[in-house]
């Protein structure tokens, strides 16, 4: 596609504006823009909707993304929203959820990405656990293939997994695949939980010392962490959450410097967005999220591949939305009995 100097100009202006903050430069945003005008105008023509998680690079989030979110979020705003098709810059896990809740929906991922997470655990092991604690209830993480999805009573997200294993009815929990995230509701909630080995290679990895090494450099930080960390190191921080909790956090308090003990993409986000905000200390990238590039959105949308599209058995798929939908109900018990929600 051909488009005029001037359309390219003003269109690398556009984007610079916000990817300034993130350290591009003017011409890296002018190298981009014939890419990013292409797909805004075939996502026009074609009624399609992109969705970018908030760990994905800036060009996507602020070049071609109509919404940024957590996983949480986003699949809300696809079954939510009257487009006919959804681009979801992610991994596979959270175009299968989007697909799972819309399944009269295309939905496409621009490249096919995994996680450590949802590579942990497969439907077979959800079987055999269940053989192992018979009476346990099963809550999987939504970072989980559609089949997990399938054999467990309920699903949850970082942003409602403690009034999720709370409402469940059992005592005992079964909860997959995060381990760590698992210990974490140990001591936020009262329920027995049962754990699953799976981790996630980008949130393994930070320590209680990175914490307070940060916390010395800088007086006053506020730390905030994804509840995927550890315990010693949720246990040093300010705040624990999803990703979204984390953004809305920094938003809303006073502090001007913050650590995210997270993937990078949420404080280039923060960079972007809160500019009286400053972000200290380290992040990790997932290697999975940073998979999709520009290219990768256009081809989903030009030519795209049988790899892309999300497909799922319906039998599969059913069962899983089952586990989806059982979550919202359970929120809206434990948001009813705390009365709010
Ligand atoms: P959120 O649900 O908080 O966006 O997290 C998804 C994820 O993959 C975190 O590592
Ligand atoms: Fe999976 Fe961790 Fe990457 Fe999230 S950050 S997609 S949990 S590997």
């Known amino acids: 596609m051909r488009f005029t100097q001037k359309q390219i100009a003003a269109e690398a202006e556009r984007i610079f504006a916000r990817l300034q903050h993130v350290k591009w430069t003017r011409e890296d945003c002018e190298l981009i823009a014939p890419l990013t005008l292409e797909i805004n105008l075939l996502k026009k023509e074609q009624d399609a909707l992109i969705l970018a998680h908030s760990y994905q690079t800036p060009d996507i989030m602020y070049g071609v993304a109509d919404f940024l979110g957590d996983s949480y979020g986003l699949s809300r705003i696809?079954?939510?929203?009257?487009?006919?098709?959804?681009?979801?810059?992610?991994?596979?896990?959270?175009?299968?959820?989007?697909?799972?809740?819309?399944?009269?929906?295309?939905?496409?991922?621009?490249?096919?990405?995994?996680?450590?997470?949802?590579?942990?655990?497969?439907?077979?092991?959800?079987?055999?656990?269940?053989?192992?604690?018979?009476?346990?209830?099963?809550?999987?993480?939504?970072?989980?293939?559609?089949?997990?999805?399938?054999?467990?009573?309920?699903?949850?997200?970082?942003?409602?997994?403690?009034?999720?294993?709370?409402?469940?009815?059992?005592?005992?929990?079964?909860?997959?695949?995060?381990?760590?995230?698992?210990?974490?509701?140990?001591?936020?909630?009262?329920?027995?939980?049962?754990?699953?080995?799976?981790?996630?290679?980008?949130?393994?990895?930070?320590?209680?010392?990175?914490?307070?090494?940060v916390k010395k450099l800088y007086p006053g930080v506020r730390v905030l962490a994804h509840t995927e960390c550890e315990p010693a190191v949720i246990g040093k921080v300010d705040m624990a959450g999803s990703t979204s909790q984390m953004l809305d956090y920094v938003s809303k308090t006073d502090a001007k410097t913050f650590m995210l003990v997270t993937e990078c993409g949420l404080s280039d986000r923060v960079r972007a967005e809160n500019r009286d905000k400053e972000i200290v200390g380290t992040c990790n990238l997932c290697p999975y999220m940073k998979k999709i590039a520009l290219k990768d959105v256009l081809t989903s949308l030009k030519e795209p591949s049988l790899k892309q599209a999300i497909t799922i058995p319906e039998g599969i798929l059913k069962r899983a939305k089952r586990s989806l939908d059982r979550m919202f109900a359970l929120e809206r018990e434990y948001d009813a009995k705390k009365g709010h929600g």
Not at 82 to 103: D, N, Q, R, W, Y
Not at 169 to 185: S, T, Y
């Open 78 to 213: 696809a079954s939510q929203h009257p487009a006919k098709k959804i681009i979801f810059c992610s991994v596979h896990f959270m175009g299968e959820t989007a697909k799972i809740l819309s399944p009269e929906k295309e939905v496409l991922v621009p490249t096919v990405a995994g996680c450590s997470l949802a590579e942990s655990i497969t439907a077979r092991d959800v079987k055999a656990l269940r053989r192992r604690h018979p009476g346990a209830g099963v809550v999987c993480y939504v970072n989980t293939s559609a089949s997990v999805k399938a054999e467990s009573d309920a699903c949850c997200t970082s942003a409602n997994v403690v009034k999720i294993v709370e409402a469940m009815p059992q005592k005992d929990i079964i909860f997959i695949p995060d381990k760590l995230m698992g210990q974490n509701m140990r001591g936020m909630t009262s329920k027995n939980i049962i754990l699953w080995n799976g981790t996630c290679i980008v949130h393994d990895h930070f320590t209680p010392e990175t914490v307070e090494e």
